[in-house]
């Protein structure tokens, strides 16, 4: 009885032995595993954030060129608004010219023909119908002159038309501005 109890023992002996060995080895597996996990989810999160932070690089880039581009527009914008406010000022001034030389020429062909009927009176009928002629181109050039100043008088409302619409889109690329830099 007691040799069964001793082999009995021995054999209990050996039996938590291997179990014992079978129980470090599975943690030891577990272990690597653990380590194996953690290694390659450090190394999908790193990627994840390189990924994620290039992302945020690009649209920023792409922000920071879309407000260039605002200012380039705006900037174009305001030189086409100076150079519209220096076409209407050439246009009034043009404007005042013409109706200058208009009201000149109207009193002129007035002195002309005053002096036409003058010498009208005193003259013989050939040197009445010359000078009645001349009276009618004068007329005529006077009537072109008054047309060349109506003309620029609507040339210049269609520049003041301009200047409006150019302040406008002025004032709508600022804003464009602005929101590209909010």
């Known amino acids: ?6 082999e009995s023992a021995e054999s209990a002996e050996e039996e938590s032995e291997e179990e ?10 577990g272990v690597d595993e653990s380590e194996d996990e953690a290694e390659e989810s450090t190394e999908s999160a790193a990627e994840e954030s390189a990924n994620t932070a290039d992302d945020s690089a690009d649209e920023a880039e792409e922000s ?90 609507f040339e210049a409302t269609d520049l003041v038309q301009m200047e409006s619409t150019a302040e406008d889109s002025v004032e709508s690329a600022a804003e464009s501005v602005d929101e590209s830099e909010d």
Request: net charge negative; no cysteine.
């Open 64 to 153: 920071a060129e879309t407000a260039d581009e605002s200012v380039f527009e705006a900037t174009d914008l305001v030189q086409m608004e100076s150079t519209a406010e220096d076409s209407v000022e050439s246009a009034e001034s043009a404007e005042e010219e013409s109706e200058e030389e208009a009201e000149d020429s109207v009193e002129s062909v007035a002195e002309g023909v005053d002096e036409s009927e003058d010498e009208a009176e005193e003259s013989t009928e050939s040197a009445a119908e010359e000078s009645a002629n001349t009276a009618d181109d004068s007329a005529d050039e006077a009537e072109e002159s008054a047309e060349t100043a109506d003309e620029s008088v």
């Open 20 to 29: 014992a060995e079978d129980s470090v080895e599975s943690v030891a597996e």
């Open 1 to 6: 009885t007691a040799e069964e109890s001793v």
